[in-house]
């Protein structure tokens, strides 16, 4: 699947070097194409407030674009729940 510059996506994984978790929501920012590899883009996420916690660059395989049975969450920066 190609995504759209500026769409929103749900990571899939871990990035604890980010400090980022499955399930964050973040924005493409820019789309990556290196022959021989997947796909990649870098995603830029947000805390609630709207200053950028980190910006990842990933395989296309590490995202899925939000559905309408999607919530929202909140979580601590330390990973536990708020």
């Given at each position: 699947?190609?995504?759209?510059?500026?769409?929103?996506?749900?990571?899939?994984?871990?990035?604890?070097?980010?400090?980022?978790?499955?399930?964050?929501?973040?924005?493409?920012?820019?789309?990556?194409?290196?022959?021989?590899?997947?796909?990649?883009?870098?995603?830029?996420?947000?805390?609630?407030?709207?200053?950028?916690?980190?910006?990842?660059?990933?395989?296309?395989?590490?995202?899925?674009?939000?559905?309408?049975?999607?919530?929202?969450?909140?979580r601590?920066?330390?990973?536990?729940?708020?």
């Open positions: 699947m190609t995504y759209q510059l500026y769409s929103d996506v749900i990571l899939l994984r871990d990035l604890p070097e980010e400090g980022l978790c499955a399930g964050d929501v973040g924005t493409i920012v820019e789309h990556h194409h290196v022959k021989g590899l997947e796909p990649g883009y870098s995603i830029e996420f947000f805390d609630m407030v709207g200053n950028t916690v980190s910006v990842a660059t990933v395989p296309e395989s590490y995202l899925r674009s939000p559905t309408h049975s999607d919530r929202p969450t909140v601590l920066a330390n990973g536990s729940v708020a």
